[in-house]
C-alpha cells in the first residue's frame, strides 16, 4: 500500500490538497483511504459532510475517516506515561529523563496505528494521510524512535528489579485501573504495532511526503526546515505541492507588486527543494465537496498519476567506499552551524537545530569508530573506519 503524508504549516491548504490527491488518484483506479491524523478534523468541512471515526465513501474508490477515538489500550498507555512522569521525578538520570519527557503523546500513536489498519485490511492500495502541521508530524514520525529508546530503558529498569517497579504496580493496583499483566501485555502489543507502522512509514518505495506552500515567506522558510526534518527521520518528500498561486492575469494594476513579490518566491522555493512542484490557483472561492476537489486535483495534477512516487530518494542510506561504510543523510538547505553529529558507539546522534535523530546502528557498524563526518552539496556523510 502507498503512503502519502500530506503536511505543511498551518492554513496552508494540507486538507484540501489530500483530498484532491485522493480524489485523483482514484480517477487513476486506486482503491483509496484518506485519513485525518489531526485532531482538529476537517475532513469533513472540506467535504461538507460529516465523516467520523468510522470509515465512510465519499467517493467511487475513496473511503474517508478521521480517526480520534481512544480504546482500552490508549487508556492502558496513559497509564504508563503517568507511571513514567512518577518515575522520572526520583530515578531516571539526566539523559533519559530528557529523551523521555519529549516522549509523544496519544495523538501521534493513535494516528500511528490508524495508518496500519488501513494495511492491514488488505483493501486499499493508497492511503493518503492528512496529517496536523508539521510540528506534530514530526513528533508522530520520532514517535517509533522515542518508544525503542524508551523500551531500552523500561526492560533494563525492569531488570534493575522490583524496586523501581513496586510504585507502579502500586499506584495501578491502588487506583484499581490496569493489572499488571495487561500493563505489560499493553505495552508489548504496542510496542510490535508501532515497530510495523516504522517499517511502513520507513519504506521510500510506499511512503513519501508531500509538503504544502504557500508563496509567502515565513511559510517557505518553515517548510524547508521540515522538508530537512523529515529526511532525518528518513521520510522521503517526492514533491512540494505550491497552493494559492495567484493566476498571472490577476497579476495587473493594485496586485502587480503581489504578483512580483510571488514570482520571487517562486523562484525561492524552485531553489529550496530538489523535487518537482505542482501547483494550485488561488481560487475566489472556498474549494468544498467532492467535484471541486476532483476539479482541483486535474489542474494540480494534469494526467499524472498522484499516487506515483514523483521522485526517488532515500534520504538516508550506506554504501561502501573502498574497505570504510558511509551513512549518508540527504541534509539539503541545512547549514554546517546548524549541525551536530556524535557517535555513541551502538547509535548515530545527528541533531539539526533543535531536533534530535538517534539512528541505532547495524550490527557492522556497531563499535566502529568515525574517521570523518562532513557536509557539502546538502548531504552529511559519516565515514566509519574499516
Ligand atoms: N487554492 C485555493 N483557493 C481557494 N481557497 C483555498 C485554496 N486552498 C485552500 N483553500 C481554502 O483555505 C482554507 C484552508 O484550507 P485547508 O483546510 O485545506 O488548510 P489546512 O492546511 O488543512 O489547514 P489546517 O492547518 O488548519 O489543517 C479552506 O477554507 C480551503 O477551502
Ligand atoms: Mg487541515
Not at 512516487?309 to 552551524?337: F, Q, W, Y
Amino acid at each position: 500500500m502507498r503512503v502519502l503524508l500530506h503536511t505543511g504549516k498551518g492554513g496552508v491548504g494540507k486538507t484540501t490538497l489530500a483530498l484532491a490527491t485522493a480524489l485523483g488518484a482514484a480517477e487513476h483506479g486506486h482503491r483509496v483511504f484518506v485519513l485525518s491524523t489531526d485532531s482538529a478534523h476537517s475532513l469533513g468541512d472540506a467535504l461538507g459532510r460529516r465523516i467520523g471515526p468510522r470509515p465512510v465513501a465519499i467517493a467511487e474508490g475513496v473511503v474517508a475517516q478521521e480517526v480520534g477515538v481512544l480504546d482500552e489500550l490508549d487508556r492502558a498507555w496513559s497509564e504508563i506515561q503517568e507511571w513514567l512522569r512518577q518515575l522520572l521525578r526520583d530515578e531516571a538520570d539526566e539523559m533519559v529523563a530528557d529523551e523521555l519527557l519529549v516522549f509523544p503523546g496519544m495523538e501521534e500513536l493513535v494516528s500511528l496505528r490508524a495508518v496500519r489498519e488501513v494495511e492491514a485490511t488488505g483493501e486499499f492500495d493508497v492511503c493518503v494521510v492528512d496529517c496536523a502541521p508539521t510540528g506534530a508530524t514530526l513528533r508522530m514520525l520520532r514517535f517509533p524512535d522515542a518508544l525503542r529508546i524508551f523500551m531500552e530503558h523500561f526492560f533494563d529498569l525492569e531488570r534493575r528489579g522490583a524496586r523501581l517497579l513496586r510504585p507502579l504496580v502500586k499506584r495501578l493496583g491502588a487506583a484499581g485501573l490496569v493489572p499488571r499483566e495487561e500493563f505489560f501485555d499493553a505495552f508489548e502489543r504496542l510496542y510490535r504495532e508501532v515497530e510495523d507502522v516504522r517499517q511502513i512509514l520507513l519504506d521510500t518505495d510506499r511512503t513519501t511526503a508531500r509538503l504544502v506552500v504557500n508563496p509567502a515567506r515565513v511559510v517557505v522558510e518553515e517548510t524547508r526546515r521540515s522538508f530537512s526534518y523529515l529526511s532525518l527521520y528518513g521520510v522521503a518528500t517526492d514533491a512540494v505541492l505550491v497552493n494559492r498561486e495567484l493566476p498571472e492575469r490577476a497579476t495587473g494594476g493594485y496586485f502587480a507588486r503581489w504578483g512580483a513579490r510571488q514570482r520571487e518566491e517562486l523562484e525561492e522555493i524552485a531553489r529550496s527543494f530538489p523535487v518537482p512542484l505542482f501547483h494550485a490557483p488561488l481560487h475566489s472561492r472556498e474549494l468544498r465537496g467532492v467535484s471541486d476537489l476532483q476539479a482541483l486535483a486535474r489542474e494540480v495534477f494534469g494526467d499524472t498519476d498522484p499516487a506515483r512516487i514523483l521522485t526517488r530518494a532515500r534520504p538516508i542510506r550506506l554504501h561502501k567506499r573502498g574497505d570504510r561504510t558511509v551513512l549518508a543523510i540527504d541534509l539539503h538547505g541545512v547549514r554546517k552551524e546548524e549541525l551536530d553529529v556524535r557517535s555513541t558507539g551502538s547509535e548515530l546522534l545527528v541533531r539539526v537545530r533543535d531536533a534530535e535523530r538517534r539512528i541505532a546502528l547495524p550490527a557492522s557498524l556497531v563499535g566502529r569508530e568515525v574517521d570523518e563526518a562532513h557536509l557539502d552539496d546538502g548531504v552529511l556523510e559519516v565515514v566509519f573506519a574499516a
